[in-house]
């Protein structure tokens, strides 16, 4: 069945929007991580969030899943797709402009800057 939105926006937020999406974006941003490197980097994500994001964003082509090693246990890693890469100069945006108005409110922090969404569009540029 075909997905239907109203505009562009709801759209994109219809494939990077909630919690986590733009976090494990970040972090898969730096390099192709697995499972256990995602946790570590986001604890208070649940193992079943988590999968299901995973699963989400590999749906919808923004990541992809590569299995390595011969028998059990394999080795299961997680990077981004070209497509993925493109949502960079996206994320960075989004990102500043969060900055910025955290730093216009009082009772609002962001502990980590938009270096992360800054690497997946650096991959890009530079084929890597």
């Known amino acids: 069945?075909?997905?239907?939105?109203?505009?562009?926006?709801?759209?994109?937020?219809?494939?990077?929007?909630?919690?986590?999406?733009?976090?494990?974006?970040?972090?898969?941003?730096?390099?192709?991580?697995?499972?256990?490197?995602?946790?570590?980097?986001?604890?208070?994500?649940?193992q079943k969030?988590?999968?299901?994001?995973?699963?989400?964003?590999?749906?919808?082509?923004?990541?992809?899943?590569?299995?390595?090693?011969e028998r059990a246990p394999f080795k299961v890693t997680y990077d981004l797709t070209d497509l993925g890469r493109s949502?960079?100069?996206?994320?960075?945006?989004?990102s500043v402009w969060g900055e910025q108005r955290a730093s216009q409110v009082p009772d609002m922090e962001i502990t980590h800057d938009h270096g992360g969404f800054s690497n997946i569009g650096l991959k890009m540029d530079s084929g890597i």
């Open 87 to 94: 949502l960079g100069q996206i994320l960075v945006q989004m």
């Open 49 to 69: 969030v988590l999968t299901q994001q995973l699963r989400e964003l590999e749906s919808d082509g923004i990541i992809s899943r590569h299995i390595g090693g």
């Open 1 to 46: 069945m075909k997905q239907s939105y109203n505009n562009g926006v709801e759209a994109t937020l219809g494939v990077i929007g909630g919690k986590w999406k733009p976090q494990l974006l970040c972090h898969l941003g730096n390099r192709p991580q697995r499972t256990c490197d995602l946790r570590r980097e986001l604890p208070a994500i649940s």
